[in-house]
């Protein structure tokens, strides 16, 4: 069994037909026996066409998708829209892959031979915040990350509280999130099992420079204070538990390549595809490895 994988496509106006037509060049010369994309496809409100993108790039073979955070961002006017990110998964991304004979993993498995496919969204519950970040010396605070900025007066702004629903904090939205992937993992029961994930569950797959040197110098950069939001770490540990029939786990949302790489009895990988530039990487069942796909 040979698995396409890709994630954070972002297919938007002025750069999809480029990474739809890396996509199809993919499928031609590899030949998989299915297709998989780890999340940030493109916005809610774009689902079916998005999906049906993808659908005429792979004609007959399987496909499942894991939703990123972008594919819940609401554009325009959204005083009708739904308020939960499952209410977003309802109304756009379940019909739209139902019609299309598209797995959703954030609603159920991909069932493959001799491998399942389980997966989903992800979120971040601020587990890879630098620690004790501060700024001109004020310590940054939980509301700060809630608000999604570093101070009141800063410009910089973490867009997704702009754009998602946010009736929920965003901790217990994280928290849903690994309990929906453990119901679905046991779902798989005894089947060699590989995630997908959109945002990266262990700090080896952020493929960001390491906490010590966001830290040095002469004081954090602004951007310290978006690893907050690079992943969801109480995934990790619910991933390291159920570790005895898990292949691999790969991710994107960081748009930064790490691995792939030996994380215990499985093997990671971040994809690292970046706004118009996608990545793939080939996961090969029976070596059990990853082999990244050149540009
Ligand atoms: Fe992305
Ligand atoms: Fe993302």
Redesign the pocket.
């Known amino acids: 069994m040979k698995i396409l994988f890709t994630a ?1 496509l972002h297919l938007l106006r002025a750069t999809q037909e480029r990474t739809l037509l890396k996509i199809r060049e993919w499928i031609t010369r590899y030949r998989p026996d299915a297709f998989v994309v780890a ?2 496809l493109s916005s809610a409100q774009q689902a079916a066409d998005t999906l049906k993108s993808l659908r005429r790039c792979f004609l007959h073979g399987p496909i499942a998708v894991c939703l ?3 594919d819940f961002w609401m554009l325009g006017d959204s005083r009708s829209e739904p308020d939960s990110l499952s209410g977003i998964v309802d109304r756009y991304w379940l019909p739209a892959a139902a019609s299309l004979d598209i797995v959703l993993l954030d609603a159920g498995n991909l069932h493959l031979q001799g491998i399942t496919i389980v997966g989903g969204y992800g979120h971040y519950d601020l587990g890879f915040a630098v620690p004790g970040l501060a700024y001109d010396g004020i310590l940054v605070t939980e509301e700060d990350y809630a608000r999604g900025s570093p101070s009141a007066s800063s410009a910089l702004r973490w867009r997704d509280f702009q754009f998602m629903p946010c009736e929920h904090p965003l901790k217990e939205v994280a928290r849903e999130q690994v309990e929906g992937l453990r119901q679905r993992m046991a779902a798989a029961a005894d089947c060699r099992t590989l995630v997908v994930l ?2 990266p569950p262990f700090e080896e797959l952020l493929g960001v420079p390491p906490l010590s040197l966001a830290q040095a110098g002469s004081g954090p950069s602004a951007y310290a204070f978006f690893r907050a939001y690079l992943g969801n770490r109480s995934m990790g540990v619910l991933l390291r538990e159920a570790q005895a029939n898990l292949v691999a786990v790969v991710c ?2 960081t748009h930064r390549r790490a691995g792939p790489l030996n994380l215990g009895r499985t093997i990671g990988i971040n994809i690292g595809s970046d706004y118009g530039a996608p990545k793939g990487a080939l996961f090969l069942s029976d070596s059990n490895r990853f082999e990244r796909l050149l540009d």
């Open positions: 954070d999340g940030d990123g955070n972008h959109h945002t994107g949302h």
